[in-house]
């Protein structure tokens, strides 16, 4: 099955650091980060933990939760943890889902129905797919995917920039341009009037007669 975005995210109960989960359930009313991993213990994932651990309070100041998933057993994850402590400083406090058994994966279209059903004996490379985040909302639909190859660590002050872009875009008729970041002027949408543009960010610029940007709006 193939993802996209406004697509309700698939729902599945599993094992994780912090017991089992039913994922809609554990989303709630907030919006949710999903990040995998092809393999525990390998070097690029590990930095990645440790960076979204340091990073879990801006994430929570945004009401999202963050959860990672690894091709891998629950147990396997306690131990990594303690390396991902050592080899970055911060301790991973959020849930990672064991998947040794390959449905979230497959599940997520990350690898094919073919792939087997353990992960016992895969190696990373097997798994190379399992490298994807996705920003689920509190309707629990899919809002954005990011997939990474192995060799290229996550930028996550980007997935950041992109949730204060979707959450934003989500409350006002605007969008944000190339490059946007909190407190950047934003794109007014083309749904919007010039007289309701007016009534609603009381004044923009009109680049071209389909580009007008405004101020961002407060809240």
Not at 68 to 78: L, N, T, Y
Not at 184 to 199: F, G, L
């Amino acid at each position: 099955m193939s993802l996209r975005i406004n697509q309700t995210a698939p729902d599945f109960t599993a094992e994780t650091t912090k017991g089992t989960i039913s994922f809609h359930d554990w989303i709630g009313d907030s919006w949710a980060v999903l990040f995998s991993h092809p393999k525990n213990f390998t070097p690029v994932c590990t930095t990645e933990l440790g960076a979204m651990a340091g990073l879990q309070g801006e994430f929570a100041k945004r009401n999202v939760k963050v959860i990672g998933i690894s091709v891998d057993p629950v147990d396997s994850h306690a131990k990594w943890k303690d390396d991902i402590k050592v080899a970055t400083g911060f301790e991973v406090d959020y849930p990672l889902i064991g998947d040794k058994d390959l449905k979230v994966a497959k599940l997520y279209d990350m690898l094919p129905e073919d792939a087997g059903n353990s992960s016992e004996g895969r190696t990373p490379a097997d798994n190379a797919t399992v490298r994807s985040v996705y920003v689920i909302g509190p309707d629990k639909k899919i809002k954005l995917i990011l997939t990474y190859p192995m060799t290229t660590g996550r930028n996550f002050d980007e997935i950041l920039r992109t949730i204060d872009s979707i959450q934003l875009t989500a409350k006002h008729q605007v969008a944000t341009p190339a490059n946007w970041k909190q407190g950047d002027d934003v794109i007014i949408t083309a749904a919007v009037s010039n007289e309701d543009a007016v009534t609603r960010f009381g004044s923009f610029d009109t680049v071209l007669p389909y580009l007008r940007k405004t101020r961002q709006p407060a809240g």
